[in-house]
Each structure stands twice: as C-alpha cells, then as structure tokens.
C-alpha cells in the first residue's frame, strides 16, 4: 500500500512541479493586470469619498462650497498621487521579476489589501484631517503598505525572483528607498500626536525629495 | 418549404459549430479576463465595509477607534485572504482548462455570482460576527461558492474539457480537496447555532491545513 | 490662402482616414476591454443592491433574515443572469465583427449606459418588485438595452461590418431573436399595470426558451 | 570613496536609463489598460448617482418617478456621454504616442484625476443642475480636465513623443480643438452665474459642433 501512496505522492509532486513553472511564467500577465485592476478600481472609489452636500442654499457660493470640502478635496488630491506613484512603483517592481513564487503572491495580496483600504483611510483623513487620529490612521496603513512592499523587494532578493541583470540595482536602490519611505510613514505616527500637520508636511517631503531619496541614501553610504 | 427550414436549420446548425470552436478558443482570454474582473472589484469593494467613524472625539485614541472596528478590521482581512486564494484557485482551475462549454460558462457565471455577494456577507459578518445568524449566512455564502466550484472541476473532468496531461491529477486533488473544504463550511453551519468563534475557528483551519487537504485526502484514500 | 485651406483640410483628413482604419483595427481589442469593464463592475455592484440589515436581534432566525431580504436575492439573481446573459451575447456581436466605425460606437455607449443602469433599476426591482413601478422600470430599462442592441446589429448588417461568413447568419437569427426579446420585455410593460408578477414570469420565459427564440422564428417565417 | 560613488551614481543611471525605454516602451500597454480601467470604472460608477427612491406609493405613475429623477437622469446621460467621448478622445492620443516619459505619466495621473471626480460632480449636478453652483462645480471639473488634456498634447508635441506622421497634425489639429473645449467650459462658468441653462446649452453645443472644431479652427487660422 506504501507503494500506492508514494506513487500517489510523485503524481502530485508531478502535478506541483509542471504547474509551478506554467503557472507563474504563463499567469505572470493575469497577476499584473489583477493587481492594476485593484488599483485603479481604488484610485477611482477615492472620489467617493468627496461628500456630495445635501443642500445647496442659494446663499452659498461656490467658494465656499468649496472650503466646506477643502478637507476631502485635499485628501482626495493626496491619496491620488500617493496611489498613482505606487502604482508605477510597483509596476517598475514586477517588470524587474523574472519569475514568482507562492510566497511573493501572498505577499502581493496583502500588499494589495493595504492598497484596497486607502479610500477608507484617505475618507478619515478628509474628515479628521486636522485631528492627530485620523492623520495616524492613514500613516499606519501606508506604513504597513510600505513595509510590505520593502519585504517583498528583499524577499524577491533573498529567493532570486529577479532579472539577474537588475537584481543587484533593486536591492542597493529600490530597497533603501523604500525602507526611508517606510520609516517617514512610522516616524510621522509620533510626531502627529503633537502635530498633525507637520506630520502631513512630513509625507509631502517624500513627493518633494522622494525619487532622490535613492540618490541620498547611496551617497551616505559610500561616503 | 420544408426544405428551406431543413436549410434554414443547417445554417443555424453551421453558424453555431462554428462559432463554437472559435468563441471558445479564442474568447477564452476574455472569459478569464472578466472574471478577474469580477475578482478584483469585488476584493475591492470589501474594504468599503469597514465603517468610517461619523465623529472622532479628541479623547479616543487610535486604539479606541481601532477596537471598535474590530469586527470590520477581522472581517476584511479574512475575506480579503478568502477571495486572494479563491482567484489564486480560479487561476489554477482556468489553465488546466483545454476548452470550455455552454454548461461550463454558465457554472462560471453562478460561481461569480457568489464571489460577488462575498462583499455583502462579509460585511453582515464584520458586523454581527459574534453572532450565529452573521456567521451562518457567510458561511453560506462559501459553502455556495465551493460548491459550485466543485461541480465545474467533477463537470469538467466528465465533459473531457481538461488538458489530457492534468485531467486525472484535477480529479484526483483538486477535485477532493475542494470538496473538503465545502464539506468544512457546511458543517460550520450547524456548529454556529451552537458557537460562532468555533465555527470561525474551523474556517481558519482550512488555510492551515490547506494546501495539504488534497495530500490527507490522497493518503486516506490508499491507506 | 485658399490653397493653403485645401491642403490643410486634405492633411485632416488624411489624418483621419489613416485613423480610421489603425484606430477600429488596432483599438478593437481595447473597445471589448472596455465593454467587458464596464459589464464586470455592473455585475459586481449588483451585489450592493443587497441590503445589510441594521441590526440582527437574536430572536431572528436565518430564514427569517433571508425572506426579509428575499425581493433583494431574487433581484440579485435574476439580475446576475440576465447581466451574464448579455454579455455573452455581446461577446458574440464582437466576435462577429470585421471591423468597426464612429456610428456603431456611439451604438455601443448608449448600449453600456442601459448596462451600467440595470444595478439601479435591480435595486428598485429588490425594494419594490411586487408593485407595478418597480416592474415597470426594470422592463423599461432592459427594452432600451435589447432595442439598442438589435439596432447595432442591423445597423452593423447594413454597413457590411461583419464578418462575410456569418453576416446573413447574424440577420437572420440574432437579429430577429433580439428583437423577439425586445418585444416580449415592451409587452411585459402593459402586463405589468395590471399584475406584475405576470410580467415578471414573461421575463423568465425568455430565459427558458431563450436561445430556442432564433429558432423558432425561423420556423415561423419559412412555414 | 569617491571612486564608489561615481560607481555607484554610474549604476543607478544605468538602471535608469535601461529601465527607461523598457518600462515606456513594453508598460505602454499597461498604462492604457490601466487609464482605461478608470475610465471604464468612473463611467459605471455614475449610473449610482441617480436615487433610488425610499419608497413608492401606488398612487405614483411611473412617469411621476421618472419626472421626480429627471435631474438625475439627465445628468446620467450628459456625463455618460461625456466620458464616453473623451475615453475615445484619450484613446485617439495614446495610439498616436510613439513613447512616454515621466511627466506625461504624471500628466495623465493628473488627468485621471478629474475623469474620477466626475461621477461627484455629475451627483451633484443631478441634484442641484438648475443653481448656478452645481453648473459651476460640474464645468471646472471639465475645465481642469480639457486644460489637462490640452497641456498633455502640447508636451507631448514638444517633447517629440508622437509619432513623426501625424505630430503635425496632433498639434495642428487634436491641439486647438481641445483648447477651444476648454475655453467652452471656461465661459461657461462666468455664463452659469446669470443663467446655469444657458452654461448647459453651452455644453450640448460642444456635442453639436463637436467634430467640426478642429475644422472651424483651421479654416479660421488660414482665412
């Protein structure tokens, strides 16, 4: 009977083994395009969040309709950028992939998690903006999306998923660079106890030095 | 005139062979790219299930605000893991796949139709979740949704639309292992009634013991 | 200066008749991208229509919750069906078709705003299905789409946009069972006045007979 | 060290450069898949704007209902037309791009931007069409999208990203006709403050002359 169940064993190891290969070289386009799917179905909920008023007495101008959203709009404006820049991110992550494994899926899929709750976090940033809660909130998700994205550069290092021409760039550049933006989200948490707006001003400065930071980072290095 | 409905017939008959091999080969990217579709909104809109506080008072700390969408917070990240895996499964099923049928297509469509509730029960879930009425009703819902998935992989196998190199190995692990797990959500149903947290419980045993249902199965089965 | 007129018009339209042909040649996969976008997201928001309920009193069972919510499943449902339906049916239209121009896009936008409006008028049809209203929009809603539909096919007939070998074979049956579908869905408006439950029932005729419609018009007309 | 810097800068350029023509040449597809994805997205999405009523009484026709949601369904139909157009607008410029570099990239994130705020600005121009603040709001949406758009041709132009056949013509023809839609939208707010009917009929001309723009334009230029 032994013999049955190791047989049975082979076929399945078989059966693993033909479909790894096929799988994640085959499925590599489906798994981009269910990944820039979840994006931009999240890059476009993120205008729900603008609160249509209920009323609109003649009274009011359209100015101050305006400043009545300011906090939505700004919340709106942000997380857009902040979306559209991860999403070229990420795409510039996977054309460096050679190959996938089910371990960097996992990790994909929780990073896409990460992204599915910014219209949620970004809706409570529009609405308590101005409030250290709502600021820490919206950090923490980008805190742990960022770090799970600093994961799986080096995951992708560690189990050789990468072009080997672009492996050794990844790991010296994308890597650091992500791992600085991870720690601005972690450092903002703190100080937007005491300042929700310096923390605020905190990721804009990622925007503003943001694809230096790479630059920056090497410098200090090799310095 | 019967010789022009006999005619009239083969043409229909014609237009419909041919149509057949070439909407089915061909089309088939397109039926896996709106399924995907479907996957990926639907994964989407689970995170608009998490409540967006209507007032955050200065005296609530994050952790406050947090564990008062604990129930949300644990829902989303359960369904969010529920569908990743059913679309990492889908994939699977759709690349084994040599061809496909009428009947096929419209098991698909019924197996869609409950990925899509999966937002709906998810959120009846993260609200009433310790509750047997909000956690039968999800587990309901994937009881449905294995099911149906179950019967693509048995109709499958009978209607010869595998690759021949993988069809025995589809009926023989992917086949049971499915059926294990619908097997799991339905007796949670019962369980439920008696407590919600053990009916949650069996379900997470099935990511844990998982991808290795197909083996205990396999080993069972030649014992 | 007329000269330089002239040649600036023939430099447009140059442009445009090189468009014409790379843009509904090239683009067309991207135009059945969109469409299968748009069907996808309609058939995913149905799921919306399902109401969560406030609160679930623990004196409430299963089954009462679903029959409280029975209107919004049956919607669901048929909804889900009827969306399937049309959009397998409009794979085939595309697959038909050799090329494309300006007339019959505009056709095609119309023809998803009806699709893009069947989640809402499903929602009317969950809350209020046993009032004439409420039937009413929904079967005006899906005459427009079915009417649309049936112009874009004889329209694509008349200015040779089909394939050669299929063209007679789409005007003889998926012309004429459209508009038999069309039809029945008109009917079903006056039907509904005085019971909407009979109308209701003229809708799932259409699903059972459904893709005999062809077939027996074809009957009738060579007898 | 200074030697590992420059060595260091050198590879980092390097990755740069190769990635640059990699990333624009082979991602190009994405990114259409991707604007394409929102487009597809914000157009499904307005169709939720139009109100689902809490309740019918018998006693209301169904052209009551209708009459009651006119703003609604007039709305719908206005923005679904316009998204739709400038989709096909969108798409006419991409297939005329030769190649992409970051600005445009951050361009048409800019652009994507305003395509997703329509679904709030058409709710609220469904509820509030017949005040000059809700015509206002709808226009500047529309301005800061044309303008967009405009800006995109021009650099594109400039930055020698089209195709070298039809540059010319993009710039002669594609350029102006977008800024005098702009300058449309532009007028229109100023208009919208004496008579938000007259702004709108402004709009709907846009639609009439539409196509002929770009001819009046070129004829005006070289009369």
Redesign the interface.
């Known amino acids: ?1 032994n013999d ?2 190791a047989e ?2 082979e ?2 190891d078989r ?1 693993r083994g ?2 790894h290969r ?2 994640w070289g ?2 590599f386009s ?1 798994i ?3 990944s ?13 969040t ?1 609160e ?2 209920k009323d ?1 007495p ?1 009274s ?3 100015g101050d ?2 400043w009545d959203r300011r906090g939505d709009l700004i919340a ?2 942000v997380s ?2 902040v979306l ?1 820049r991860l ?2 991110t990420h ?2 992550f996977f ?1 460096s992939l050679e190959r996938f494994d089910g371990a960097l ?1 996992g990790l994909n ?1 929780l990073y ?2 990460w992204v ?2 910014v ?2 976090t970004s ?2 940033l529009g ?2 903006g101005e ?4 600021v ?2 919206y950090a ?1 998700n980008l805190l742990g999306l960022t770090t799970t994205f600093a994961i799986s550069i080096y995951y992708s290092y560690r189990a050789r998923l990468f072009k080997p ?2 492996a ?2 990844e790991r ?2 994308a890597g650091p660079s992500t791992t600085v933006i991870a720690a601005v989200f972690a450092l903002s948490i703190p100080v937007a106890i005491v300042s929700p707006e310096v923390a605020t001003a905190m990721w804009l400065s990622i925007f503003l030095v943001g694809w230096r930071a ?2 920056i980072f ?2 200090l ?3």
């Open positions: 009977m049955r169940l049975a064993r076929a399945r059966y033909v479909r096929d799988e085959l499925e489906r981009v395009a269910f820039d799917g979840v994006f931009a179905i999240a890059i476009t909920l993120l205008a729900l603008i249509v008023p609109l003649a009011k101008s359209v309709v305006l709106y404006g857009f950028a559209g999403w070229l795409h510039r054309s899926m899929i896409l998690a599915a709750m219209p949620v809706d409570v609405d308590f409030q250290s809660t709502g820490i909130l923490a021409q672009v050794e760039m010296r550049f790479g630059d090497a410098r290095r090799y310095r």
